[in-house]
């Protein structure tokens, strides 16, 4: 069931931004606000299940009612009608960045500091929402966004609840509700969570971001899951470099399988981040004591691991009032501890079964990872290095092979053999071929002609064309007079060919104008700025009298700021004050390079001075998606368009209204 384009006859959607497990988020304009959003629906037939869609619903309460730049906005909710069933929407504000589980993806490692830091921020959200009384329940990479100022966003609150709510337990209509790797124990035993559960996934997160790997991992969910109940994780400091003992304590405090020995809130675990980052002792956060521990047998103490108070942040015992040392715990807590572990491993074991039942039922369905064959992963563009620590964490080797040229950059991987998504039996060896660098291409003569067609031969050639002027009075204005590097030579793609463009001569005729020629006095020739940086251009029309107007369109072939072309063109005669478009190239971006979408136009349609309806009309019917910014300014026509913008296929207009 495919959403409809529009929403509440207000949101318009238009491309996928990401899609997970039980619902797809689009990037949407709202028309009557005028600006970007992002719009979440459920998927397909999920809108008929009324589990997913109270689900779904219950996110848009939960996140509705927190107010912190930290966390995604809600601006709307509200249902509309698809194929006669009401699909539950919600309107979120558009995050521009990426998720942290992207940055792990591209195998570049971050400072323990920057780490730190995202992690503060993260915090941060979690305490306000824990104070809202909202745990979140699935805090992973996936759901953290940095934007590009390094601002932390936590969103997808869709499992999350109330902390009062009973039922807030791990299994809800058969199905695990979260992640394996960032699993706390009591989730993974199926018992009642608590903002505590949600500061033991801001430690695996922690965790994987220092050393790039979570704490457990593991041939199946079931295998993750028992590690986090039953097994201590490797100090983070033991696998990689550069890990002060103050991040270990932090981490390991975090991920203690008691979570009464956790941090018992976001607040203090975030004290305890910014002491490790300032170089301060790191504040001591007890368990408030149960009510039976006032005459406490100090031996409870044993229960805890072989750390450090100053690591640890546990309290020492305080003598009571009659003189011997009280302690936090009841003498009772070790057979606590046994019949917890009892229960974890009863857990456990269920989870095993009922997977074991599934196999059978479904064998078809795939191993999950536990059998013998494992998937071979997509590790073209990194280091040796960085792919081998990416195999390792699927249980893979890896062995250098040849190298060879390729479009990746040198020292990178090009391809590996098995190729990436191939099944490959458990223990064989993924060889990785790679790159010596790009290809060298033989560049083509181009002296002689036009510029423009100059510039599109080298642009399918590879190359980045730079442009300089010269003048000559015996070549045709516009014509290539030389090339550097010349043709016939060889370069890899990607470097700048540098063209040098015949100018027309400035005139010295001593002719006097003829006083009756109104064309000599109301006219005069506009600069040709094409080639040049834009600012340079814009300031070189200005001295000249004329009014230029900027717009950018997506041309990697090209030095950014180099100015592509200009309308009207270099050497028309036109009025002073005319306005000179001027369209200088930016880079891709980023943008997705989706084989689904409809092609993007090659023309950058000129809609400058068109009144914003018919602009809009005439860019829609070329595959264009346009939005409008408005902008106060008496010189121009209300409705005006006086700017344009291009990005990809989208195409925004900057609008004259009354100031």
Request: include cysteine.
């Amino acid at each position: 069931m495919d959403a409809p384009p529009r929403f509440a006859d207000r949101y318009e959607l238009r491309q996928v931004l990401g899609r997970g497990g039980m619902a797809e988020v689009y990037l949407a304009h709202d028309s009557r606000l005028g600006r970007t959003v992002a719009v979440k629906t459920l998927l397909g037939d999920l809108a008929r299940d009324p589990v997913f869609q109270a689900r779904f619903r219950r996110e848009a309460q939960s996140a509705g009612s927190l107010n912190h730049p930290a966390i995604t906005a809600i601006y709307d909710t509200g249902e509309d009608q698809v194929n006669g069933v009401p699909m539950p929407y919600i309107v979120m504000e558009y995050v521009e960045g990426s998720t942290l589980r992207d940055l792990l993806h591209t195998g570049r490692g971050l400072l323990p500091e920057r780490v730190m830091e995202i992690c503060v921020g993260v915090l941060q959200a979690l305490d306000y929402s824990h104070g809202a009384g909202i745990v979140h329940r699935d805090i992973k990479p996936a759901n953290v966004m940095l934007t590009p100022a390094g601002q932390v966003k936590v969103m997808d609150f869709g499992i999350a609840r109330a902390s009062g709510d009973s039922g807030m337990t791990m299994t809800q209509t058969a199905a695990v509700i979260g992640t394996a790797h960032y699993m706390s124990p009591e989730q993974a035993r199926g018992e009642k969570v608590d903002a505590r559960s949600d500061l033991y996934s801001t430690g695996c997160m922690l965790y994987e971001l220092l050393t790039g790997r979570p704490p457990f991992v593991g041939d199946s969910p079931v295998a993750v899951a028992y590690q986090h109940v039953s097994e201590e994780p490797t100090p983070p400091s033991v696998l990689a470099e550069g890990i002060s003992p103050g991040v270990d304590a932090v981490v390991l405090r975090s991920l203690a399988k008691d979570r009464e020995w956790r941090y018992q809130s976001a607040a203090e675990m975030r004290a305890d981040l910014e002491a490790v980052l300032e170089g301060r002792g790191m504040a001591v956060f007890a368990p408030p004591p149960e009510p039976s521990a006032s005459r406490a047998s100090g031996a409870a103490t044993a229960s805890m691991p072989a750390m450090s108070a100053a690591r640890t942040g546990v309290a020492p015992a305080v003598p009571d009032g009659g003189g011997r040392r009280a302690n936090r715990r009841p003498p009772q807590r070790r057979s606590s501890q046994r019949s917890t572990v009892l229960l974890a491993v009863g857990a456990v074991l269920v989870l095993i079964g009922a997977v074991a039942i599934g196999r059978l039922l479904f064998p078809d369905e795939g191993d999950g990872g536990g059998g013998t064959t494992l998937t071979v992963p997509d590790l073209t563009g990194l280091s040796f290095e960085d792919a081998r620590a990416r195999a390792a964490n699927q249980s893979l080797v890896v062995a250098e092979g040849t190298s060879r040229p390729c479009v990746e950059e040198a020292d990178t991987v090009c391809e590996t053999s098995p190729a990436a998504d191939e099944e490959i039996e458990r223990g064989e060896t993924v060889t990785l071929i790679m790159s010596s660098g790009p290809e060298p291409v033989e560049v083509p003569n181009v002296v002689g002609d036009p510029f423009q067609e100059a510039l599109a031969e080298l642009q399918d050639s590879g190359f980045r064309v730079a442009q300089e002027s010269q003048e000559d009075g015996s070549a045709e204005p516009g014509t290539v007079l030389t090339q550097d590097p010349e043709a016939g030579e060889e370069a890899e793609p990607g470097e700048t060919v540098t063209l040098v463009v015949a100018d027309a001569p400035e005139s010295d005729s001593d002719e006097e104008p003829d006083p009756g020629d109104s064309e000599n006095q109301s006219t005069v020739a506009v600069p040709s700025v094409v080639g040049q940086e834009f600012n340079a251009a814009a300031q070189a029309l200005r001295n000249t009298g004329f009014e230029p107007v900027l717009s950018e369109e997506q041309n990697p072939s090209i030095a950014a700021g180099t100015v592509i072309r200009q309308s009207p063109e270099g050497g028309a005669q036109v009025a002073p004050g005319t306005p000179v478009e001027i369209v200088y190239a930016v880079g891709a971006g980023g943008q997705d390079q989706n084989p689904d979408q409809p092609d993007t136009p090659e023309e950058t349609p000129n809609v400058l001075g068109q009144q914003f309806d018919q602009a809009r009309q005439g860019l829609e019917a070329q595959g264009f998606s346009v939005s409008r910014e408005d902008r106060a300014d008496g010189r121009f026509q209300q409705g005006t368009v006086i700017e344009q913008r291009r990005s990809g296929d989208s195409m925004t207009l900057v609008v004259a209204v009354p100031g």
